[in-house]
């Protein structure tokens, strides 16, 4: 069974940094691809970063893209979002997610089956 447990959320004024984890219980190797998405009441999911485990090419959606960087690190099973630069827009509940699915768009909630239980990030 995969566990995802998101971390590092939290308050931070506008042109704040923080930097999300995600402990995966299993090796990041296993997943195609991994992500980070958010949510805020009454709009849907989004995507907003993407990482292949098989050679780390990422790719962003457009409202985060320079600003924020998603990492991983094989050796510890773990899955980074750093923000930078954030607005009080990027506030939302954050979520990592994985999947061993070889198509879809990389960005798209639906490509993806193990989800965390989500990190609050709030921009005032």
């Known amino acids: 069974h995969v566990q995802l447990v998101e971390s590092g959320g939290g308050s931070v004024h506008t042109g704040g940094s923080l930097r999300l984890s995600c402990a995966v219980s299993e090796r990041t190797s296993m997943f195609y691809v991994m992500a980070w998405f958010r949510e805020t009441p009454g709009k849907a999911r989004e995507g907003i970063a993407a990482i292949y485990s098989r050679d780390d090419y990422t790719d962003y959606a457009d409202s985060v893209k320079g600003r924020f960087t998603i990492s991983r690190d094989s050796t510890k099973n773990m899955l980074y979002l750093s923000m930078s630069g954030l607005k009080p827009d990027d506030t939302a509940m954050y979520y990592c997610?994985?999947?061993?699915?070889?198509?879809?768009?990389?960005?798209?909630?639906?490509?993806?089956?193990?989800w965390g239980q989500g990190t609050q990030v709030t921009v005032s």
């Open positions: 997610a994985t999947s061993t699915r070889t198509y879809g768009l990389v960005l798209d909630a639906s490509r993806y089956t193990y």
